[in-house]
């Protein structure tokens, strides 16, 4: 039996379809069967990412209003033979998409997949509840900024009332340097404020945006930065323990040189 | 006999005030209106007296709604008798709850979040912190045990005595009864132990460490002087 994780931020921008991208992956990676949703009807996202726009016959809201099996609308990866992905509509009525028919969804699914993760929509109105409905477990991505980590405790609140296990927090788009300045929050600092368990941080890579945009998520690449990162939770997600990735960049040829003359710190 | 017996039911006293009724409160209410009644009648209020305020002291009796408008009723018969208060030793056990739900401390072991808000009657003690955005409310005062970085107001039902303290305080808003102050524009964080009250002249709210509170709130624990000053 599968295990449904949600993927919240609250906040939109803040890297949600980027992770659930990644950690499918990676999660592929390790040989588990993974089936990823898109609940951000008319706004996906996620099939762009994942680069499977070109192949979407069906989407979740075929599903409910049962114009197809579930089995149709899935999209098989095209680097993976188990990861799949249920697209969101772009263009139907969501009005159709209810916390009933997510569930039923949900249940089908779990049987065949090792983990299922829902990509969740920004916001705290019926799409976020849509998306939270049928969820085991959730995890929370927030950046170091004020206004996302405000609406990432925001999302706590509330899926503190929902029958589901204590979120975990992912924090995204980290810059080391401006951390290291004072001129982002550090981890230490939100892991307090929010007070929930930290599952993984992701370092600001502009290989992230470049691998989303060929279609191919980051995670995918061997050793980026934030594809560790990812590949890292994905392993915390089975149950590994695995230690946090040192933030500090890898000091290239020229500070290695500096060192031995005694000039770098 | 009979004389003596009624005489000693009701005891009239004269203060600068006005009057003062001392009832018994062994003997049955209809006895003690009719007496209360043959009293007041048989004594003559001139026109030109000014009016007279009656205090009421009933004892250990309890009087239900329609018994204290009939003794309101009766006294009031008498042009120049104003009812001032009606006092009682005893009060309804759900009375009584009410008032010790108000003075009771509530804890709460929670992290209020942004856009959640905790109400209590009472004072609060909450082990853990108000987040930004986060809002505690008690009617008495608030104690945190944790970070303070949202808003919090004591004594919301106008109890201008309320303090606001806690462990590490970084607020957004301090309110207390209708009082309202902000944290400083440029941000310098928070403060260890501190608390949070209004002065003398009850028009601002003034920081101070906690310590403070036993010069600036003596009688903050004192659960019985908020039972007889109501």
Redesign the interface.
Known sequence: MGEAIVITSGKGGVGKTTTTANLGTALALLDKKVCLIDTDIGLRNLDVIMGLENRIIYDIVDVLEERCKVSQALIKDKRFDCLYLLPAAQTSDKSSLTPEGMIEVINQLKPDYDYILIDCPAGIEQGYKNAVVGADKALVVTTPEKSSV??A??I???L?QEDIEPPHLIINRIRNHMMKNGDMLDVDEIVQ???IDLLGIVADDDDVIKASNHGEPVAFQPNTRASIAYRNIARRILGESVPLLSLEEKPGFMDKIKKVFGLAK | MSANQTNQRITIKGTRDGLTLFMDDTCSFENLLKELHDILTSHHFAEDEPMITVKVELGNRYLNGEQESQLREVIRKQNKLVVDQIVSNVILKTEALEWKEDTEIRLHNK?V????VLHVNGDLLLVG?V????KVIASGNIFVMG?L?GIAHAGVDGNEEAVIAASYMAPNQLRIADKISRSPDNEQGGVHMECGFLDEQREQIIMDRISSLTKARPDLNAFERRIFNG
């Not at chain 2, 979040?113 to 959640?116: H, M």
């Not at chain 2, 987040?131 to 986060?134: D, F, I, R």
Request: proline share 4%; no cysteine; aromatic share 0%.
């Open positions: 405000r609406d405790d925001r706590i609140g509330l503190e404020v929010l007070s | 992290i979040r942004s856009g959640q912190d987040n930004p955005g986060g970070n970085r």
